[in-house]
């Protein structure tokens, strides 16, 4: 049977992306004008930056790369380490990864955005910024590592602005993407995602005339601390919304990456420390840059509060990662991300590129800290980064969990139900999780329990009248999805019940046969009422 | 959208077109201050092709062009050269670090030649006080100001190298910087996008950036000029010692070995055999800095006794 309704196209794909991302309750408008106002201010101090040099910032010959390079060398790690979410998703096949892979594919895009702003506002020359684009610039590859950099950052970015597209796509479409034109892709940005973090550590490393940076471990130390900020960050993004609701996913993408930065906040405690004994032991001159930065040399101390600040800041995260209660109290959890976070931004963007240059080449101390221009610069970029984010989010996760027009059966009442169904069952999988009281947790299964019949009655009403023949068939479905309705009644009642493991079963149990029915069974009878006319 | 009532969506339609319009205006205002901004170029500069692609009479344009601008801007006649290496020549310095005295008069006569920025009192030349029995720079000091020679101390100035395995024109990602036949190490001030990855890879602390527009007074203006040289720079672009490339490579010798009263500084053909330098190479005790580094500078420093 010809396949009678419709699939919406691109526009209407573009339309509803844009009405979901600018759509929200006062909350979203609050924080995207505040995020909105912090990236104009950044702009402003730009263009104040190009007009009257680069004098306005703190940096000059000794110190030559200062609060925007730093920035820059963080968000490389924390758009690399959206891999974190995609391993397990697809290398081991983990299917409840697949949906909250998004999150963290998104956050990829944003951080490379905000990768490419920093190192714009570094440039001296902003208007010359082709004369790296080959065929029209001099490209000065293979041998300048940051043409390199230039080239894995933007292939990042276009790796996964494709598969977050064409899965997107997809779903809003409700049709199957096909594995050969993603797949590959999401293998490809595995190991692209390591590249742009060992090319970013090159950079550096690359440099034999600064002994500091000068290092083999720099680039496993860049990745560890990499898989410990991105992962940090992507738990509280989840933890957020989880507070504020939208949040379509199980515990188990937050418990896995808890799991992974337990790890990896301990791995990369040791490499600081590798990295600190082979430099003071032997106390070489070598060790000036590290000596500067950790204890001050020569009356000289900037950056001393501020490694101490991170170190601490990342043992105590990395010993509160350890405690096993840690996943039940999501409010320390996020503090525990936040701080090892901020740590990891210090270490490693301030307390990596800055200490490069001091003592400078010719061992003459000249300090450096960010000028007013430089932090609002800084936080205009960021900021940007997160109005992007926000958009992305706000466009992607309505399409993961909620109706989409691509499950239209073509019948504008039922199409309205289904829609409906899906926010009920989306409400009560948020209040199960939410430790609701029992009471509103009743009420929310009630409702769903009554829409549902009430609509099942009507799409059989609907087939009887059009003598559909499959209605014997459909009814059966119908009853299966009530019976399992009323069992996650019964369990939610039991008293020791175990209302994550019910959450998730809502979750995917239900959601998914929710999907699979309209996508299959109900477009049958749809079919059916269309050749009817 | 069935259940949305079209009124309800139409305010909410207003209302966002009124915050991106409110969002546009407040950007627009952001960025106002560019128009202020005047790189001080031309088009026909702006999309110009890169200094290895251009032949020499588009070479022989461009520096009218930049004698034009110093005549609009400063009202003065200036002479803009593009003198080319002559082959078979390879410049090499020397400094005698025994008679060296550390007057900086050698960093004062950069500053002049050079149309360096007077308020910075930039140069590419830092002289640093050693402690005498040492080679560690890092007992140097570079901002020393009493009367010189001082006792127990000897001097060591430092600029550029001109390595012949150059870190600084490796790292450089649009070719802004390359090294010259004739072993001269440049900087195209009207290619070099201002990323200063070559500053951070140089060992030597020979770059300098243009943090800000340099400005030196008109009538201080050096009118002999050099394309690749000490014309006037822009702002926001890496400039460096080009061994004075529009005197050396007319036959005349760098400002800072003319301006140096004890003759510490040996200036030649390394290519040829009869060369001073090539003398002392070859009667002095040389060595040259950070030499396990494997930059091969062509800058040598050298004792008598
Ligand atoms: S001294 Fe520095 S600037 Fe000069 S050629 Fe060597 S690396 Fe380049
Ligand atoms: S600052 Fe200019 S010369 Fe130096 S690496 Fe960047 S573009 Fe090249």
């Known amino acids: 049977m010809p396949n009678l309704i419709s699939r919406p196209g691109p526009i209407a794909f573009l339309r509803q992306a844009i009405h979901h991302a600018t759509d929200g309750g006062p909350l979203f408008y609050a924080w995207m004008t505040l995020l909105t106002c912090v990236a104009l201010v950044g702009v402003n101090a730009w263009a104040n930056q190009v007009v009257h040099g680069m004098q306005v910032t703190g940096m000059g010959d000794h110190v030559s790369w200062g609060l925007y390079i730093s920035n820059f060398t963080f968000f490389v790690g924390v758009a690399a380490a959206a891999v974190m979410m995609v391993i397990p998703a697809y290398l081991y096949h983990d299917h409840e990864m697949h949906d909250s892979v998004i999150v963290g594919e998104l956050l990829a895009i944003a951080a490379i955005v905000v990768c490419l702003l920093s190192v714009t506002v570094d440039l001296g020359r902003p208007d010359r910024f082709w004369h790296m684009m080959p065929p029209l610039g001099r490209f000065n590859w293979p041998i300048s590592m940051l043409t390199w950099d230039v080239i894995v950052l933007n292939g990042y970015l276009a790796l996964n602005l494709w598969i977050c597209a064409y899965l997107l796509w997809n779903r809003w479409r409700g049709t199957a993407p096909s594995p050969r034109l993603y797949l590959p892709f999401v293998f490809l940005s595995i190991v692209w995602a390591v590249s742009i973090h060992t090319v970013t550590a090159f950079l550096y490393c690359g440099l034999g005339g600064r002994p500091f940076w000068n290092t083999a471990l720099l680039a496993p130390r860049f990745l560890a601390s990499a898989f410990v900020a991105g992962p940090a960050l992507i738990i509280v993004i989840l933890l957020a919304l989880q507070r504020l609701g939208g949040y379509p996913f199980g515990d188990r993408p937050i418990a896995l990456l808890l799991r992974i930065v337990r790890i990896t906040a301990l791995i990369n405690l040791f490499m600081l420390g590798v990295e600190c004994f082979t430099a003071l032991y032997a106390g070489s001159t070598h060790a000036s840059s590290l000596r500067y930065l950790l204890f001050g040399a020569h009356g000289h101390h900037g950056l001393v509060p501020w490694i101490w600040s991170a170190i601490a800041l990342n043992v105590v995260a990395a010993a509160l990662f350890l405690w096993p209660g840690l996943l039940r109290r999501p409010g320390l959890l996020a503090a525990a991300c936040l701080m090892t976070f901020v740590g990891i931004w210090i270490e490693k963007g301030m307390g990596l590129v800055i200490p490069g240059f001091i003592p400078s080449t010719l061992h003459e101390m000249v300090e450096y800290s960010p000028t007013a221009t430089e932090w609002k610069i800084t936080l205009g970029v960021v900021a940007g980064g997160a109005l992007i984010y926000t958009l992305l989010l706000k466009t992607a996760l309505p399409l993961i969990s909620g109706w989409t027009p691509g499950l239209s059966v073509g019948h504008a009442a039922m199409d309205a139900q289904h829609r409906r169904l899906f926010e009920q069952l989306n409400a009560l999988v948020a209040a199960v999780r939410s430790r609701r009281g029992a009471a509103e947790v009743g009420r929310t299964l009630d409702f769903l329990d009554a829409y549902v019949r009430e609509h099942f009655a009507d799409e059989e009403r609907l087939m009887s009248e059009s003598g559909y023949a499959g209605l014997d068939d459909h009814r059966r479905m119908h009853a299966g999805f009530v019976t399992e309705l009323a069992a996650v009644h019964a369990a939610l009642s039991a008293p020791d019940a175990d209302r994550q493991a019910i959450a998730e079963r809502l979750h995917h149990a239900m959601r998914d046969w929710l999907l699979h029915h309209i996508r299959v069974d109900d477009r049958a009878y749809a079919s059916h009422l269309a050749t009817r006319g | ?305």
């Open chain 2, 1 to 305: 959208m069935t259940e949305e009532q079209p009124a309800g969506m139409t305010r909410r339609t207003v209302l966002k077109a009124a915050g991106a319009t409110l969002g546009a205006g407040a950007f627009a205002a952001a960025i106002a201050p560019l128009t202020q901004w005047k790189p001080a170029e031309s088009v026909d500069e702006f999309l110009r092709r890169h200094y290895k692609e251009l032949t020499p009479a588009e070479l022989t344009e461009i520096c009218r062009r930049v004698e034009a601008d110093a005549k609009k801007t400063h009202g003065i006649d200036v002479h803009v050269a593009a003198p080319q290496p002559t082959p078979g020549v390879k410049f090499g310095y020397a400094l005698n670090l025994s008679i060296c005295v550390g007057c900086r008069r050698c960093a004062e006569a950069c500053h002049r030649e050079n149309n360096h920025d007077r308020a910075t009192h930039n140069s590419y030349i830092r002289v640093f006080e050693m402690d005498n029995g040492t080679l560690d720079l890092a007992h140097g000091d570079a901002t020393y100001d009493h009367p010189v020679p001082a006792k127990g101390k000897y001097y060591m100035p430092v600029q550029c190298h001109h390595c012949d395995n150059a870190p600084c024109t490796k790292v450089c990602p649009v070719e802004a910087t390359w090294k010259e036949q004739d072993g001269i190490v440049v900087v195209d001030y009207n290619w070099c996008i201002g990323c200063r990855y070559c500053e951070a890879a140089c060992p030597y602390h020979a770059r300098r950036f243009n943090w800000k527009k340099p400005e030196v007074p008109a009538s201080e203006i050096n009118p002999d000029q050099g394309y690749l040289s000490n014309r006037v720079r822009p702002q926001g672009v890496m400039e460096k010692c080009t061994f004075c490339l529009h005197r050396t490579r007319e036959g005349r010798l760098p400002a800072c070995l003319e301006a140096c009263p004890t003759g510490a500084r040996v200036f030649g053909d390394l290519a040829d055999p009869q060369s001073e330098i090539r003398w002392v190479l070859a009667n002095k005790r040389v060595f040259i800095l950070k030499e396990d580094l494997g930059t091969r500078p062509t800058f040598f420093y050298f004792f008598d006794k």
